[in-house]
């Protein structure tokens, strides 16, 4: 066949090829971070969720949201191919450290080396006041979060060297983006297929859970949701507001605390902690109820592998995956579940 026939073949083909056919996108979720709470075991990262959408030529990376953002979450990112240059968006379920302290290591490495932006949306409940009166409030926290580094003079000494930085240090790259939480989910951020929805929910004052939706799929980030009932008498551990935000998704990413920290399990936990936690039986039922198809564990008390909860002695040993995966299935939830390890993932795909 002569190249001109093989040319005329070709565009004769391409008149008859799908008019606006898309690539097959894909939404993949990866924990940053699994470890439950402050303490540290055998080097995990705090609490944090990678989702990343794209098409599946370009493995997920068109958009990238991190959802919390624990101690160790920039090394996470590393090993996961995302450097934090890149992400677009940081959620905050609520502001405790171990969802935060890594927040400032990623922003004074986005600082350095990104200065001419663009900036990240920073996306959190506004200020709220406490019952005991004191208020938690996003937009400080990203006011001041390069201030050590401004007090040593740090800051000071690398404009010396990079007249391009920024001279107000890594609180000039934030832009905060707060919203009073609701009884309803409602959108807080999006960018182009990829819609973010928010809810009240129960753990410390302006704790909020989100769910991204994307035509390859959902997924809900519950952070450390619990029951707005403290404690029993309650039908479940896990919130109402995370199960209606989580019917119909795909995934729910959630924090877990294993039955055997309760009152009657002989570790000494503080029985209002273990309380105001999701506990795996619990959120087995959340899932099944919701019709979520993948059950993330995260945030584990206690992590795997652990003979202790911080001070907290477990009587008859360590647990393992078996035993969170056990707790579950205790449920009757019939869908995957992942017993969360840093760096584990989910990817679901949409053929187009």
Request: charged fraction near 20%; proline fraction near 7%; glycine fraction near 12%.
């Amino acid at each position: 066949m002569s190249r001109m026939l093989l040319g005329v073949v070709l565009a004769g083909a391409a008149l008859f090829a799908p008019v606006g056919a898309m690539a097959d996108t894909c939404l993949k979720v990866t924990l940053t971070g699994t470890q439950g709470g402050p303490p540290v075991f055998k080097g995990q990262a705090g609490a944090g969720t990678l989702v990343q959408y794209g098409t599946v030529e370009n493995k997920c990376n068109d958009v990238r949201l991190q959802f919390d953002t624990g101690r160790g979450t920039t090394q996470r990112l590393s090993e996961a191919g995302v450097p934090v240059g890149r992400i677009d968006a940081v959620f905050l379920t609520h502001l405790h450290s171990d969802h935060t302290e890594g927040f400032a290591d990623m922003m004074q490495l986005r600082w350095h080396f990104n200065s001419q932006g663009p900036k990240v949306d920073l996306v959190c409940s506004e200020e709220t006041k406490s019952p005991l009166g004191f208020a938690l409030s996003c937009a400080r926290f990203a006011r001041h979060i390069g201030d050590p580094l401004i007090q040593s003079g740090e800051i000071a000494q690398r404009l010396a060297e990079n007249k391009k930085r920024l001279p107000g240090g890594p609180a000039e790259l934030i832009a905060v983006k707060d919203f009073a939480p609701e009884e309803e989910p409602k959108e807080v951020w999006s960018k182009g297929d990829v819609k973010v929805s928010a809810i009240r929910s129960t753990h410390i004052a302006g704790h909020a859970s989100y769910r991204v939706d994307t035509p390859a799929g959902s997924v809900v980030v519950g952070g450390d949701a619990g029951n707005d009932i403290r404690k029993p008498p309650r039908e479940t551990s896990t919130s109402n507001q995370v199960e209606k935000l989580a019917n119909g998704a795909d995934i729910v990413v959630h924090s877990t605390i294993h039955p055997v920290m309760g009152p009657d399990g002989g570790t000494g936990f503080p029985p209002p902690i273990y309380f105001r936690q999701s506990n795996a039986t619990d959120l087995g039922h959340l899932a099944k109820r919701a019709g979520v198809k993948h059950l993330m564990l995260t945030h584990l008390i206690p992590p795997v592998g652990a003979p202790r909860q911080g001070p907290y002695k477990l009587p008859n040993g360590a647990l393992t995956e078996a035993d969170y995966r056990s707790a579950v299935t205790e449920s009757g939830f019939e869908g995957e579940t992942v017993v969360g390890s840093d760096l584990a993932s989910v990817t679901l795909t949409q053929a187009n």
